[in-house]
Nanobody, 125 residues
C-alpha cells in the first residue's frame, strides 16, 4: 500500500512559479514509476510529468521546458517545479505511483494504482 499526500498548490499570477510536493509512504524499499497528472474542470485527467525508478523523466509537450519533476529518494518525496505558469495550467494536480513498475513505459491514468487527493493550482492574469 502506498499513501500519497500532495502539498504546495495555490494561486499565482501568469508567469509565476509554484512547487508541488508529494510525500509517499509505503514501499520504501524500492524505486518505482511516479508521476503528476492534472485535471481541469470539464476535462479529462492528463499526464504532466513522470519519473522512473532510475530517475529518467518524461513530460507532456505542453509543459516541457517549463516544468521539472524530481524525486528525493531519501525523503521519499516527489516534486514538480512549475515555472512560467500559464492560465491553462490551472487544474487540480494529482500525484500518482505504481510500485510494481520500475520504468514508466506507459503513463495512462489506468497504469497507476495509487493516487493522492489532489492539490489545486490556479493561475490568473
Amino acid at each position: 500500500q502506498v499513501q500519497l499526500v500532495e502539498s504546495g498548490g495555490g494561486s499565482v499570477q501568469v508567469g509565476g512559479s509554484l512547487t508541488l510536493s508529494c510525500a509517499a509512504s509505503g514501499y520504501t524499499d524500492r524505486r518505482y514509476c511516479m508521476g503528476w497528472f492534472r485535471q481541469a474542470p470539464g476535462k479529462e485527467r492528463e499526464g504532466v510529468a513522470f519519473i522512473s525508478g532510475a530517475g529518467t523523466t518524461g513530460y507532456a509537450g505542453s509543459v516541457k521546458e517549463r516544468f521539472t519533476i524530481s524525486k528525493d529518494n531519501a525523503k521519499n518525496t516527489l516534486y514538480l517545479q512549475m515555472n512560467s505558469l500559464k492560465q491553462e495550467d490551472s487544474a487540480v494536480y494529482y500525484c500518482a505511483a505504481d510500485p510494481d513498475r520500475f520504468w514508466c513505459a506507459s503513463t495512462k491514468t489506468g497504469d497507476f494504482a495509487y493516487w493522492g487527493q489532489g492539490t489545486q493550482v490556479t493561475v490568473s492574469s
